[in-house]
Nanobody, 124 residues
Framework: VQLQASGGGLVQPGGSLRLSCKTSGFTFDHFAITWYRQSPGKEREGVLC????????YFLDSLKDRFTISRGNGKNTVYLQIDSLKPEDTAVYYCASEGQYFCSETAPRYMKYWGKGTLVTVSS
């Protein structure tokens, strides 16, 4: 099982980014994918999750109006669209999976599979 996050970069406040999580090594429809982020000096936190043909699950309600997750089933890729970026969104963003169909746990210790993160820096 492999997950690879990409798409990060330096963005000005108010800008947008779309992060990608390319997956391989398993049947894409069978695993929910969760996005995490880790800001400097803070613990890794779950952002939101999406299982196949299920509504997305937000672990941070405060982000609902700016963060959107989607699945590109034909591309085995999960996307994280981030709009109206703020400096406090600066973090390394990771994608991960519990290795099961539904989104359930948010704590990082429950994730079986992790991809390398992608750094998002929001600064003017």
């Amino acid at each position: 099982v492999q997950l690879q996050a990409s798409g990060g970069g330096l963005v000005q406040p108010g800008g947008s980014l779309r992060l990608s999580c390319k997956t391989s090594g398993f049947t894409f429809d069978h695993f929910a994918i969760t996005w995490y982020r880790q800001s400097p000096g803070k613990e890794r936190e779950g952002v939101l999750c999406m299982a196949n043909r299920q509504p997305s699950t937000y672990f941070l309600d405060s982000l609902k109006d700016r963060f959107t997750i989607s699945r590109g089933n034909g591309k085995n890729t999960v996307y994280l669209q981030i709009d109206s970026l703020k400096p406090e969104d600066t973090a390394v963003y990771y994608c991960a999976s519990e290795g099961q169909y539904f989104c359930s746990e948010t704590a990082p210790r429950y994730m079986k599979y992790w991809g390398k993160g992608t750094l998002v820096t929001v600064s003017s």
